[in-house]
């Protein structure tokens, strides 16, 4: 039956995609319907444009199904540039009323949202109410969403650019083009490298970030599925490079969760991160929790009062065995403290447990994908190339990532307004 209607799906989805008839001509294009491509695409059409959306999937806008675990987490209520990659660039593209802006156009979109912390979702907790409310509006606006479509050439002239079209939706595919196009708006991950190479655009490395990270030889794989609260710092040759605090989920490949994700941003093979396990107590502090009598043993379950009794039970087993990384030095602890007394040496392992990266592990789990088009051949407050003036970029096409918490949705949906507003200005020209 799920097969049956899986097909039935796919069946709907394919006759939807082919009754969609391309104009000729319109006055903004956007390559790729996934969230800033749409928000673009609103943006433009309701300022007066006509606007098409080409998107090589079957339905637009999927990708926002699996943000935030599924319940899509909208924006930050503590937006700033620092945390993003390029925060001098960002600063200048979303300006000072950026939260109000977001917010603004998800109002008028009819969605509602709630406050958990720092981070705003919909009331729904559904990544569903997000799309559909935007595909409704792009609809009221007028938008011409093209799916299962693939742009493969794109001609910038002087006063307007062309495009050629594929439908993978048929086969053999079938082309057409539309002939006369004011603005184009480049946007994801996939699509800015296939339009830097046909314009000799400068393209930055892309690669997945926000994303598990696998660890060499981990003894802690035993534990897949525990979670835990910790204090991770990335050392790289024993220089602290990044520092995280919040839930870390071990896994058999190594480590995943929030704090794993934030990491990703910073991490390069073969760094060293740490766990502190104990994060609201110093050494002195925990060494009165589990030797309250000051015997200076190491006894089972002298840990359990503050750990999760599976992780305190593995960390002493590696305590009485010496457990070290394989020819490394504790990135957090002298030599010395591997010839410690066996209480002592546990306690170290709970204040800084090390892990060796060996990289990223599942790439295809990856919330974000960095790199993209360099950001310095744009205009910062209209998003436009500055050798091609009719051509924008937003979102993932540009080499623009941020920590998790909402902030490279609120980067996606900002920055589609600014392209998607100045694109439109130029259909009168």
């Not at 969403?145 to 495009?163: P, Y």
Request: with cysteine; aromatic share 6%; glycine share 8%.
């Amino acid at each position: 039956m799920k097969g049956s209607s899986r097909a039935q799906k796919q069946a709907l989805l394919l006759a939807q995609a082919h009754s969609t008839t391309l104009p000729q001509n319109c006055d903004v294009c956007i390559i790729g319907g996934g969230a800033s491509g749409m928000v673009a695409a609103i943006t433009a059409a309701e300022a007066g444009a006509k606007t098409v959306v080409i998107e090589q999937k079957l339905q637009a806008a999927q990708s926002i199904l699996a943000t935030g675990n599924g319940r899509c987490n909208l924006a930050n209520i503590s937006l700033a540039p620092k945390h993003y990659n390029h925060p001098e660039f960002v600063a200048e593209v979303c300006g000072g009323s950026w939260l109000n802006d977001v917010l603004g156009f998800w109002n008028a979109c009819g969605l509602r949202w709630t406050l958990e912390e720092d981070r705003l979702y919909p009331v729904s907790r559904q990544a569903a109410s997000v799309r559909n409310v935007l595909l409704a509006r792009a609809k009221r606006a007028g938008v011409i969403v093209a799916c299962g479509r693939k742009v493969e050439q794109l001609e910038m002239h002087d006063g307007a650019c062309t495009i050629k079209i594929s439908d993978e939706t048929r086969e053999p595919a079938q082309y057409c083009s539309i002939n006369t196009c004011a603005a184009i708006i480049a946007v994801g991950g996939g699509v800015s490298s296939h339009i830097a190479a046909g314009l000799d655009l400068e393209l930055v490395a892309e690669s997945p970030i926000l994303a598990p990270l696998a660890c060499k030889n981990s003894p802690l794989a035993s534990l897949s599925g525990r979670r835990a609260q910790v204090i991770a710092h990335i050392y790289r040759d024993a220089f602290p490079q990044a520092r995280e605090r919040g839930e870390i989920l071990l896994r058999d490949y190594g480590i995943s969760g929030i704090v794993c994700f934030n990491l990703s941003r910073h991490v390069q093979p073969n760094d060293v991160i740490t766990l502190d396990f104990a994060p609201d107590y110093n050494a002195s502090e925990l060494r009165q929790i589990a030797d309250p009598q000051l015997s200076g043993k190491l006894i089972d379950g002298c840990l359990d009062g503050v750990l999760d009794p599976l992780i305190a039970t593995q960390l002493i087993k590696l305590a009485r065995k010496r457990w070290t990384l394989t020819n490394d030095t504790r990135a957090d602890a002298p030599d010395s403290a591997v010839q410690a007394d066996p209480l002592s040496y546990a306690l170290s392992l709970v204040k800084g447990f090390p892990l060796r990266v060996s990289g990223i592990a599942h790439p295809e789990l990856a919330q974000v994908t960095r790199g993209g088009l360099n950001i310095h051949q744009f205009e910062s407050t209209t998003l436009a190339t500055q050798s091609y003036p009719r051509l924008f970029a937003c979102g993932e096409a540009l080499d623009i990532d941020a920590d998790c918490g909402g902030f490279n949705l609120a980067w996606a949906w900002k920055s589609g307004m600014v392209a998607g507003s100045a694109a439109a200005q130029l259909h009168s020209v």
